[in-house]
């Protein structure tokens, strides 16, 4: 099976937001090869992260014991993390697809598809076995 690379990056820093991720792809309800919409990939990746949410989430409730090499990690960011805490944070799905559309529509980020631009949501996108897709987050300027 292939996978999908997929970055966030910030307009105007060097640093990516996150690191770098893979999904598998095609995705079991989507035949490879078959074009898309940048709408389907948009929320298909929303839900993909919406999972991963909950998994993390589910993961920091169990204490855990840490290795010497954990805690000191953690010490040098700042931070050493047991788990064993319950957020009481809720995502849904579906409104995390709505949100993101519509942050697309507002401009509030860049799709590029294996360097290119997408800037409609409903024109089909081909994915490749290989294929990169960054969202870029843009910085909107104070002043007018």
Same mark, same amino acid.
Request: hydrophobic share 45%.
């Given at each position: 099976?292939?996978? @999908?690379?997929?970055?966030?990056?910030?307009?105007?820093?060097?640093?990516? @937001? *996150?690191?770098?991720?893979?999904?598998?792809?095609?995705?079991e309800?989507?035949?490879?090869?078959?074009?898309?919409?940048?709408?389907?990939?948009?929320?298909?990746?929303?839900?993909?992260?919406?999972?991963?949410?909950?998994?993390?989430?589910?993961?920091?409730? @169990?204490?855990?014991?840490?290795?010497?090499?954990?805690?000191?990690?953690?010490?040098?960011?700042?931070?050493?993390?047991?788990?064993?805490?319950?957020?009481?944070?809720?995502?849904i799905?579906?409104?995390?697809?709505?949100?993101?559309?519509?942050?697309? *529509?507002?401009?509030?980020?860049?799709?590029?598809?294996?360097?290119?631009?997408?800037?409609?949501?409903?024109?089909?996108?081909?994915?490749?076995a290989?294929?990169?897709? *960054?969202?870029?987050?843009l *910085?909107? @300027?104070?002043?007018?």
């Amino acid at each position: 099976m292939s996978h @999908l690379t997929i970055s966030a990056r910030v307009m105007g820093k060097r640093k990516p @937001l *996150v690191p770098d991720w893979q999904v598998p792809w095609p995705p079991e309800e989507h035949d490879s090869g078959e074009p898309l919409t940048l709408r389907q990939l948009i929320t298909w990746v929303a839900f993909q992260e919406v999972a991963a949410f909950k998994d993390r989430q589910e993961a920091r409730r @169990l204490v855990r014991i840490l290795t010497e090499q954990e805690i000191e990690s953690g010490l040098t960011k700042g931070r050493v993390d047991a788990g064993g805490r319950d957020l009481h944070q809720s995502v849904i799905g579906e409104e995390a697809v709505a949100t993101a559309l519509q942050a697309f *529509v507002d401009g509030l980020f860049l799709v590029i598809l294996d360097g290119e631009e997408q800037r409609e949501l409903d024109r089909q996108i081909f994915l490749q076995a290989d294929s990169h897709v *960054v969202f870029v987050r843009l *910085v909107m @300027l104070a002043g007018g």
